[in-house]
């Protein structure tokens, strides 16, 4: 089994910043991929960063130039640096990785989330 424990999440005013961390621990053979995802009051989860295990990553254009991840392979941690944020940014922030465990060739799993609130 794999566990997250996402933390930096917190309120901020618009065009400030915020760091999101998460950890990943457990029996963990391998990550494949690890991301970051939204989800706002009413609206769907949605992703806003991917890094894969050879360190490309994707960015949705909603937030791309503003967000960068980055992981740490040796912590299995990854990190979401957050800059120029915007209201409409508000959301919960959900950690996931793409892992491979003793028993489990390909597993999907998720943080806690972590609420970040954009507001003056």
């Known amino acids: 089994q794999v566990q997250l424990v996402e933390s930096g999440g917190g309120l901020v005013p618009p065009g400030g910043s915020l760091r999101l961390s998460c950890a990943a621990s457990?029996?963990?053979?391998?990550?494949?991929?690890m991301n970051w995802f939204r989800q706002a009051p009413g609206k769907q989860r949605e992703v806003v960063a991917r890094?894969?295990?050879?360190?490309?990553?994707n960015y949705p254009d909603s937030v791309k130039g503003r967000f960068t991840i980055s992981r740490d392979n040796t912590k299995n941690t990854v990190y979401l640096d957050m800059n120029s944020l915007k209201p409409e940014d508000t959301a919960v922030y959900y950690c996931?990785?793409?892992?491979?465990?003793?028993?489990?060739?390909?597993?999907?799993?998720w943080g806690q989330g972590t609420q970040v609130t954009v507001s003056s």
């Open positions: 457990g029996s963990i053979v391998s990550i494949y991929s």
């Open positions: 996931n990785v793409a892992a491979s465990t003793p028993v489990l060739e390909l597993g999907n799993y």
């Open positions: 890094i894969l295990s050879g360190g490309r990553t």
